[in-house]
């Protein structure tokens, strides 16, 4: 039984892509929209959290902890 090919989200889009080794742009649907999502790491649009401090550490700055985020 052949599987059936699967399709994700483009993170940049939102349009469906095919997710496997015939995408060579794979998470992305297009060259296009992985050159908006690197342009956009680029111009500091996103942003990876610090790790919140750890018992003993300095205080607490508020950043609020969590992932990459777009501002």
Known sequence: MAQKPL???CPTC??????SPAN??????SER????DL????????????????DGD???DGGGGGGATRH
Do not use: I, M, T
């Open 33 to 36: 929209c992985r050159q908006r």
């Open 24 to 29: 060579p742009w794979r998470p992305f649907c």
């Open 58 to 60: 300095a205080a607490d």
């Open 39 to 54: 342009g956009a790491w680029a111009n500091e649009e996103y942003r990876v959290a610090e790790a919140p401090p750890q």
């Open 7 to 9: 399709r994700v989200p």
């Open 14 to 19: 939102r349009q469906p892509a095919l997710f």
